[in-house]
C-alpha cells in the first residue's frame, strides 16, 4: 500500500507561482509512476505532469509545458509541482498520484493510489 497526501495549494492572481508537495509514504520501493492530476468543476480528470520512477523521465500536458514542472526528493519520499505563470485556466483541485503498475504517466487510468487534493484557485 501507497499513501499519499498533498500540500501547498492556495490563492494566487494571474501571472503567480505556487509549489505543490506530496509526502509518499508506505511501499514506497513499488512504485513506478508518479503524477499530478488536475480535475475542474465540470471538466475531465487532466494528466499536467509525471515522471517515470525508474529513470525520472518527465512528461507534461500541453497546457502547462513550460509553466510547469514536476520533481522529486527521495530522500524526503515527496513529489513536488512548482507552477510558475498560473492563469485563470488553472484553476482546479490537483491530485498526486502513484502507481505500482506500468502505463503511461499522464493517464489516470494507469495509476492505483490517488491522494486526496489541493485546491489551486488563480483569480484574473
Known amino acids: 500500500q501507497v499513501q499519499l497526501v498533498e500540500s501547498g495549494g492556495g490563492s494566487v492572481q494571474a501571472g503567480g507561482s505556487l509549489r505543490l508537495s506530496c509526502v509518499v509514504s508506505?511501499?514506497?520501493?513499488?512504485?513506478?509512476?508518479l503524477g499530478w492530476f488536475r480535475q475542474a468543476p465540470g471538466k475531465e480528470r487532466e494528466g499536467v505532469a509525471g515522471?517515470?520512477?525508474?529513470?525520472?523521465?518527465?512528461y507534461y500536458a500541453d497546457s502547462v509545458k513550460g509553466r510547469f514542472t514536476i520533481s522529486r526528493d527521495n530522500a524526503k519520499n515527496t513529489v513536488y509541482l512548482q507552477m510558475n505563470s498560473l492563469k485563470p485556466e488553472d484553476t482546479a483541485m490537483y491530485v498526486c498520484?502513484?502507481?505500482?503498475?506500468?502505463?503511461?504517466?499522464?493517464?489516470?487510468?494507469?495509476?492505483?493510489?490517488w491522494g486526496r487534493g489541493t485546491q489551486v484557485t488563480v483569480s484574473s
Open positions: 508506505g511501499y514506497t520501493a513499488s512504485i513506478n509512476l
Open positions: 515522471l517515470y520512477a525508474a529513470d525520472g523521465r518527465t
Open positions: 498520484a502513484a502507481s505500482d503498475t506500468r502505463g503511461w504517466v499522464l493517464s489516470s487510468y494507469d495509476y492505483n493510489y
